[in-house]
């Protein structure tokens, strides 16, 4: 009995080993996503169909738009424009999208995180205090301000954050190792939930009073 289970694992063994020498997940050039599922003969893969490679044109690797400034009238002064696989189909199965953050004076892009992708940062105009927090138990904060060609990197799942500390208005391009990297907002998430999380989960996690946890959830 023994021997048939050590034949099996050295089997399993062989069979991973093979698998780690082949090819990566991605077996074609590329996979451009459909957004009409209606073609039957589409494949699945990672998220999104892929369509026909026959009917792939230079268009579907093209984006534009990207210089034209974000609306950062709101409450927290800034605009993020995301090229990813919603809005860029090209980008599928290939692991990288991109963003355009602007900032008002003094605007922030508040502290969130990308569940699935490293985010690299670089400053085209403006100067930008930014950071991140390590995971429990050491929450150790890093920080650096920013000037126009600095870059900056924010290692994958971490909270991070970026403040327009200048006069004028900052513009920002975020790359991402994800087609599609995902953003939590902390505040948002936290006290605008859908349906809310209960005041009392609130009011102990943040050691405050119930009334101000109450008046949070209303403006999330």
Do not use: W
């Amino acid at each position: 009995m023994r021997k048939a289970y050590l034949v099996t694992v050295a089997l399993f063994a062989l069979a991973f080993s093979l698998a780690s020498a082949s090819d990566p997940a991605r077996l074609q050039d590329f996979c451009v996503a459909l957004k009409d599922y209606s073609d039957k003969s589409a494949v699945f893969v990672n998220g999104k169909f892929c369509k026909d490679p026959k009917l792939v044109t230079a268009d579907d690797f093209y984006f534009c738009g990207l210089n034209i400034p974000g609306n950062t009238y709101n409450k927290v002064g800034s605009n993020v424009t995301n090229v990813n696989v919603e809005t860029f189909p090209g980008l599928n199965t290939l692991g990288i999208s991109l963003a355009r953050i602007d900032f008002a004076p003094y605007g922030q892009n508040s502290p969130h995180t990308h569940p699935r992708g490293t985010e690299i940062l670089v400053v085209l105009e403006g100067t930008l205090f930014v950071g991140f927090v390590t995971s429990n138990t050491d929450n150790r904060l890093f920080t650096k301000t920013l000037n126009k060609g600095d870059v900056f990197v924010f290692p994958v799942g971490l909270i991070h954050f970026q403040v327009n500390v200048g006069k004028t208005n900052a513009i920002a391009i975020s790359g991402l190792s994800s087609q599609n990297a995902g953003a939590i907002t902390i505040a948002n998430a936290v006290f605008g939930s859908n349906p809310p999380i209960n005041p009392d989960v609130l009011t102990k996690a943040f050691q405050l009073d119930k009334k101000v946890v109450k008046y949070l959830q209303k403006e999330f």
